[in-house]
């Protein structure tokens, strides 16, 4: 009897930890898009390097780099600094050039 109580035990704990990845993933997800989409040419635009941390206000923060092209479609460079929570952006900023170092 005692193996079988320990089951219902394991299996909650085993969802619970799978719910923080999948709000980051989410996060990360609304995040990437948010940022494809402010560029002039978002159809040559990506994503470069994603950083993810969750703060402890439950808002989820997602910095990276993306490669926006220009009229040429030579790409440039840019950092993003977004935040979410619940899978909506609530803060955004895109700049020009590489602000911030991932390694």
């Known amino acids: 009897m005692r193996k079988s109580a320990s089951i219902p035990f394991l299996i909650a704990a085993i969802l619970l930890a799978g719910c923080g990845e999948s709000s980051q993933e989410e ?3 609304v995040c990437r ?6 560029a002039k040419y978002p ?11 969750e703060g402890d206000d439950g808002k989820i923060h997602v910095t990276g780099l993306a490669d926006f092209p220009n ?3 030579t790409p440039n460079r840019w950092s993003y600094f977004c935040t979410a929570i619940e899978g909506e952006v609530t803060d955004n900023v895109v700049m020009e050039g590489d602000w911030i ?3």
């Open 71 to 73: 009229g040429f479609g």
């Open 33 to 38: 898009e948010d940022t494809l989409n402010r």
């Open 101 to 103: 170092n991932l390694d």
């Open 27 to 29: 996060a990360e997800a």
């Open 43 to 53: 159809g040559g635009a990506e994503i470069v390097s994603a950083n993810i941390e």
